[in-house]
């Protein structure tokens, strides 16, 4: 992997807001991970999993909407990736099994060709209950494309099966305090590498730990990244400067891009 000096923006903000100041059709690739609105519906279950519970979904305070209100918030997500994208961009959208086919729908009223549902299996699942159930080591991932147009694909002549294996994000990759559902790196890689080449444009509007815009910066493309909470931003922040030093924070109040 190479490091080089690039531009990026990083955004403290409800992303709702934040891409309204992202230019149209300039992102090459949108790679997210949002909420899975599974915080009420984790809360209504029979298990004694509070930890797990209190730790990834509604408690950790980024996953509580009602499930309309959650819907409404994807349209309105939606509505603005599909203007920011180019006219061939990409989007990957991690996202819970049991919510795809609602994001589906959503995507396709937007102007979204939806290719592909595939599953990312977690090697080293915390194996919470064995004795009781299927141990939880699987995550849904969408590819759509704007309707029509197929974009960037790097295969270079070899099938790309629409499953891939990794483990969690190794200690290394949480120097700065991690968080409770962060992607492993070689994840993000994978997709960046296959859907866009150097000096691309990607987006991650629900960033987290930042984990898109470290493997942007290391793949030489720019990124900008979007995140609601301080704490995870100031994280995201720290750990994409450990990567490349000239990375510069932008918010409404102070936006301006340097390189
Ligand atoms: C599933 S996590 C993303 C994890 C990330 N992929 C990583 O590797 O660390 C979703 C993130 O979206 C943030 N978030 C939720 N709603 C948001 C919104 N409306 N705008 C921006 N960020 C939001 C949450 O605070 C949370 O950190």
């Not at 180019?86 to 396709?108: D, Y």
């Not at 090697?123 to 147009?149: A, C, D, Q």
Request: hydrophobic letters at 35%.
């Amino acid at each position: 992997m190479v490091q080089i000096k690039q531009s990026i923006k990083l955004y403290n903000q409800n992303c709702l807001d934040a891409l309204k100041e992202i230019e149209s059709e300039s992102v090459d690739l949108i790679l997210t991970d949002p909420p899975y609105n599974l915080g009420n519906f984790m809360r209504g279950r029979q298990t004694n999993l509070k930890k797990m519970r209190d730790n990834f979904f509604g408690d950790a305070g980024w996953d509580d909407m009602e499930f309309e209100e959650w819907i409404q918030s994807m349209h309105l997500y939606f509505e603005q990736a599909h203007r920011v994208l180019k006219k061939k961009g990409s989007m990957i959208m991690f996202m819970s099994l049991l919510r795809v086919e609602s994001i589906v729908k959503i995507a396709s009223k937007h102007n979204f060709y939806y290719k592909t549902t595939g599953v990312w299996h977690k090697k080293n699942p915390m194996p919470r209950n064995m004795n009781l159930h299927f141990i939880n080591s699987t995550e849904g991932w969408l590819y759509f494309v704007v309707k029509g147009r197929t974009g960037t694909f790097n295969n270079e002549g070899k099938a790309i099966h629409d499953f891939i294996e990794t483990a969690l994000s190794p200690t290394g990759e949480k120097k700065y305090g991690g968080h409770p559902t962060q992607k492993p790196e070689s994840l993000f890689e994978h997709f960046i590498k296959l859907l866009t080449n150097e000096d691309d444009v990607v987006l991650d509007p629900f960033m987290g730990s930042g984990t898109a815009g470290v493997v942007s910066k290391k793949t030489n493309r720019k990124f900008i990244g979007i995140e609601i909470n301080e704490d995870y931003f100031q994280r995201a922040t720290l750990r994409i400067n450990d990567i490349e030093k000239n990375c510069y924070k932008l918010t409404s109040f102070n936006s301006q891009e340097m390189r």
